[in-house]
């Protein structure tokens, strides 16, 4: 099958598009650059590569040429907020170009990675924009299959390492959240087989998936974990309520949950990453 990958060169995205390769398929990818190439490995020789931005309807229709399927890995990333982009534009906006671009080129299926949570009811300015991004996929007269994802082992590297390392020993009480909330981190490499598998699996027709790893996990001992790992000695016992929560993002909706800059991390949590 002929398949277009965006954000080819993404964490989730070159893992898609080297497991697309492996399993025979001829694949497209399309990024904002070429810098990263060098995450396709030996596959990058075998992928056809298109540069453009999603934001630019037209500059998504050459890499759509010919392709039966889609595999879309669009996520807002720090290096797009510091262009002033939030998730409306990315995740929303975004997703609809490069929807009406597939249709306009005559792909029949979409695949696409969502979150875990998403609802008509979110309050967020980025679940709220996954959720309508959703529903342009499901209303598009495409065949789908939209992954909700939980959290990835390597979504730790932007948010949750950089902030225990911050708060070193004296980590004892979490701001970003309840300690209770529950995770089930899921291997972005296992994400990219699935969304591969489901281009032309009739199992996978018109479905919404919700997907995670087998370990079940609190917010609480993630971090005490984490800490662990690094040598310190925080001890996280306490954090924000579910109401507190709740209301911080009711006053602040547009609130980016990503920091705009990456911290370093350490290798012995980075290991995680490859489970």
């Known amino acids: 099958m002929n398949i277009v990958v965006i954000g080819a060169l993404g964490d989730v995205g070159s893992a898609v598009a080297k497991n697309a390769v ?3 398929h001829r694949v497209n990818g399309f990024d904002v650059s070429k810098a990263n190439i060098a995450k396709l490995g030996p596959a990058q020789d075998k992928v056809a590569f298109f540069e453009g931005d999603v934001m630019d309807k037209a500059s998504l229709l050459p890499a759509m040429e ?3 399927a889609v595999i879309a ?3 807002l990333t720090p290096e797009q907020m510091k262009k002033g982009r939030g998730y409306k534009e990315v995740e929303l906006q975004g997703v609809k170009n490069v929807v009406e671009a597939a249709k306009e080129k005559g792909a029949k299926k979409f695949v696409h990675i969502s979150v875990d ?3 008509p009811g979110c309050v967020s300015d980025m679940y709220q924009s996954k959720f309508q991004a959703e529903e342009a996929i499901r209303n598009s007269g495409m065949d789908y299959t939209i992954f909700r994802s939980s959290g990835l082992f390597k979504d730790f590297d932007f948010f949750f390492i950089p902030q225990v390392l911050k708060m070193g020993d004296a980590g004892s009480t979490w701001f970003f959240g309840p300690l ?3 995770l089930c981190p899921l ?3 296992d994400l990219a087989q699935c969304m591969v598998s489901a281009v032309d699996n009739p199992k996978a027709s018109n479905k919404t998936v919700t997907m995670g790893g087998p370990d079940c996990l609190t917010q609480g001992e993630l971090l005490n974990m984490i800490a662990k790992e690094a040598g310190l000695k925080a001890n996280y016992t306490t954090g924000m309520s579910k ?3 709740i209301q911080s993002i009711k006053a602040n909706p547009s609130s980016p949950f990503l920091p705009r800059s990456r911290s370093r991390t350490l290798s012995s949590i980075r290991k995680l990453t490859t489970r």
Do not use: C, P, Q, Y
Request: hydrophobic share 35%.
């Open 22 to 24: 492996d399993k025979g």
């Open 66 to 68: 010919g392709v039966n």
């Open 73 to 75: 890995t669009l996520r």
């Open 117 to 119: 949570g998403v609802g």
């Open 180 to 182: 209770d909330i529950h």
């Open 187 to 189: 291997s972005h490499f």
């Open 243 to 245: 109401e507190a929560l």
